[in-house]
T-cell receptor, first 115, second 117 residues
Framework: DGGITQSPKYLFRKEGQNVTLSCEQNLNHDAMYWYRQDPGQGLRLIYY???????QKGDIAEGYSVSREKKESFPLTVTSAQKNPTAFYLC??????????????FGQGTRLTVV | AQKITQTQPGMFVQEKEAVTLDCTYD???????LFWYKQPSSGEMIFLIY??????QNATEGRYSLNFQKARKSANLVISASQLGDSAMYFCAMRDREAGNTGKLIFGQGTTLQVKP
């Protein structure tokens, strides 16, 4: 089945540590996105990538980094510079064409907690 | 800047009744797209329905329909014949056109819907 796989589902991080969240898709989508969701809130964009080896900052990129070495994969690293990383992280992908009325598909999310 | 506003933090509906979730938007674009997503307690975001700004008819997908009023900049989601499984958080979203050739979305704050048996 085609879809987006995020791992792990739950992740605990100690203060000062970097952690990497995995996102893999087999939908052959060009565009991939990382969103952050805080309790009772909507989603906010962290980073997005339209093509391999290229990515852009979203609205809340500080303290995060990404890479896009393969079309299928878009890992997110939460660095120690991110002051309040406890949140729910969602990865998404889409065809990427601005004229195409297609929806974004989401993974099941990773819940990150700082301990 | 584009913005999505959902003014109902929480809603209750009796099973088998219809419910309307409100969404208003702000954009200076002439061409845009509006989406509704459902987020159950498991956390995944499930696409429900899409409305393009130039679509002449309101979008429908099974029990979901979109009451699109372009002049009022509203795109309310109507769920008919509510089921217990409809209990979830619902998000209205707009495709962000200002960032150029992207499919990234701007989300509202969400509405939590509880269906009562």
């Amino acid at each position: 089945d085609g879809g987006i796989t995020q791992s792990p589902k739950y992740l605990f991080r100690k203060e000062g540590q970097n952690v990497t969240l995995s996102c893999e898709q087999n939908l052959n989508h060009d565009a991939m996105y990382w969103y952050r969701q805080d309790p009772g809130q909507g989603l906010r964009l962290i980073y997005y990538s339209q093509i391999v080896n290229d990515f852009q900052k979203g609205d809340i990129a500080e303290g995060y980094s990404v890479s896009r070495e393969k079309k299928e994969s878009f890992p997110l690293t939460v660095t120690s510079a991110q002051k309040n990383p406890t949140a729910f992280y969602l990865c998404a992908s889409s065809i990427g064409d601005r004229e195409a009325p297609t929806e974004a598909f989401f993974g099941q999310g990773t819940r990150l907690t700082v301990v | 800047a584009q913005k999505i506003t959902q003014t109902q933090p929480g809603m209750f509906v009796q099973e088998k009744e219809a419910v309307t979730l409100d969404c208003t938007y702000d954009t200076s674009d002439q061409s845009y797209g509006l989406f509704w997503y459902k987020q159950p307690s498991s956390g995944e975001m499930i696409f429900l329905i899409y409305q393009g700004s130039y679509d002449e008819q309101n979008a429908t997908e099974g029990r979901y329909s979109l009451n699109f009023q372009k002049a009022r900049k509203s795109a309310n989601l109507v769920i008919s014949a509510s089921q217990l499984g409809d209990s979830a958080m619902y998000f209205c979203a707009m495709r962000d056109r200002e960032a150029g050739n992207t499919g990234k979305l701007i989300f509202g704050q969400g509405t939590t819907l509880q269906v009562k048996p």
